[in-house]
């Protein structure tokens, strides 16, 4: 006969009871950007950004024109998202300007222009502005932009803005002669056609001259615009 078994010791170490399960966590839910705003990784660079946006912009315009530049084509040459240039720039004629005034740098100019007084104005405000057009770097865009106004708006108002009020408005009215925006603006046609016809047209023997030759003749003029009662 059989002797019944004994029954089992419990163990020492019992296991514990099994865990239930964890449900699956939700995925994390994306947020959309709005348009214009670019992701935060995309702002980290700061101002080394916009300036890589600007060279890249005025690379592009000076090639393509106004017309012919959209601001995807700048963002491609520039390495970023087109969303980063309306964040920095706006609307892509804010980026023409933008592009411009980085070959023109009126914030350092006007003070060098108007530091020493009035006598000798007409002088260095001739050898700025033909510095800038004989300068190879600067006067790319600065063709683009000549070009493109006599057949945009958009470009003209960029042209008027930086050369007349950034720039000659702000040497008038520093000079406080009566009249300083008609005064600006007989200077700058007397500019802006010297550079249609050297520098775009290229009417000879303007466009061959040598500049000290150009700034002897047109100084006179320019001193009698912005000084003279």
């Given at each position: 006969m059989t002797e019944p078994s004994e029954p089992a010791e419990p163990s020492a170490h019992p296991e514990p009871p099994a865990e239930p399960s964890a449900e699956p966590s939700a995925a994390p839910v994306k947020r959309r950007r709005g348009p214009g705003r670019p992701r935060q990784d995309e702002t980290e660079d700061g101002p080394g950004t916009q300036e890589r946006i600007r060279l890249a912009a005025r690379e592009v315009f000076a090639e393509r024109g106004y017309d012919k530049t959209s601001v995807r084509g700048v963002?491609?040459?520039?390495?970023?998202?087109?969303?980063?240039?309306?964040?920095?720039f706006g609307s892509k004629d804010d980026l023409f300007a933008a592009a411009i005034e980085v070959s023109m740098e009126p914030a350092l100019v006007v003070p060098a222009i108007v530091g020493d007084g009035p006598e000798g104005i007409g002088e260095r405000l001739a050898r700025y502005f033909l510095g800038i057009w004989e300068n190879p770097v600067s006067r790319a865009p600065l063709l683009a932009v000549i070009r493109s106004a006599l057949t945009h708006e958009a470009a003209a108002k960029v042209l008027r803005g930086l050369i007349l009020r950034r720039v000659l408005e702000r040497v008038a009215a520093d000079l406080d002669v009566p009249d300083p925006t008609l005064r600006a603006?007989?200077?700058?046609?007397?500019m802006i056609g010297i550079a249609l016809l050297r520098y775009v047209v290229r009417v000879e023997p303007l466009a061959s001259a040598a500049p000290e030759t150009i700034v002897a003749l047109v100084a006179p003029t320019l001193q009698r615009y912005l000084t003279e009662e």
């Amino acid at each position: 006969m059989t002797e019944p078994s004994e029954p089992a010791e419990p163990s020492a170490h019992p296991e514990p009871p099994a865990e239930p399960s964890a449900e699956p966590s939700a995925a994390p839910v994306k947020r959309r950007r709005g348009p214009g705003r670019p992701r935060q990784d995309e702002t980290e660079d700061g101002p080394g950004t916009q300036e890589r946006i600007r060279l890249a912009a005025r690379e592009v315009f000076a090639e393509r024109g106004y017309d012919k530049t959209s601001v995807r084509g700048v963002a491609k040459v520039a390495g970023v998202d087109p969303a980063l240039v309306h964040h920095y720039f706006g609307s892509k004629d804010d980026l023409f300007a933008a592009a411009i005034e980085v070959s023109m740098e009126p914030a350092l100019v006007v003070p060098a222009i108007v530091g020493d007084g009035p006598e000798g104005i007409g002088e260095r405000l001739a050898r700025y502005f033909l510095g800038i057009w004989e300068n190879p770097v600067s006067r790319a865009p600065l063709l683009a932009v000549i070009r493109s106004a006599l057949t945009h708006e958009a470009a003209a108002k960029v042209l008027r803005g930086l050369i007349l009020r950034r720039v000659l408005e702000r040497v008038a009215a520093d000079l406080d002669v009566p009249d300083p925006t008609l005064r600006a603006e007989l200077a700058a046609s007397h500019m802006i056609g010297i550079a249609l016809l050297r520098y775009v047209v290229r009417v000879e023997p303007l466009a061959s001259a040598a500049p000290e030759t150009i700034v002897a003749l047109v100084a006179p003029t320019l001193q009698r615009y912005l000084t003279e009662e």
